[in-house]
């Protein structure tokens, strides 16, 4: 265990209880186990985590009912679009 990781394993082991109770909860939440969240968290606090999560979530639920663009089919405008506005090389010679 290097210097960075001790340092995350002794402030996950000095976490308050309500500390750890939101850990737990969050982890639930993003269907991970807390231990493997908390590097998350160590790095961009819980409020940008909880906030991310919640972002994760809401999009899962908009894509239930909405199921957005194939990309097969985003791939195919995309090449239309290269193939008639793209520049086209000239010939030397």
Do not use: C
């Amino acid at each position: 265990m290097n210097a960075k990781e001790k340092k995350q394993a002794e402030a996950l082991a000095a976490l308050s209880a309500a500390d750890r109770a939101r850990l737990e909860r969050l982890a639930a939440l993003a269907d991970m186990s807390p231990e493997n969240l908390w590097p998350e968290v160590w790095r961009y606090g819980f409020d940008d985590v909880e906030e991310g999560i919640a972002a994760d979530l809401e999009a899962d639920e908009y894509f239930k009912t909405n199921p957005g663009i194939d990309n097969a089919e985003v791939m195919a405008e995309v090449r239309a679009l290269i193939a008639s506005h793209g520049n086209r090389k000239r010939r030397v010679g």
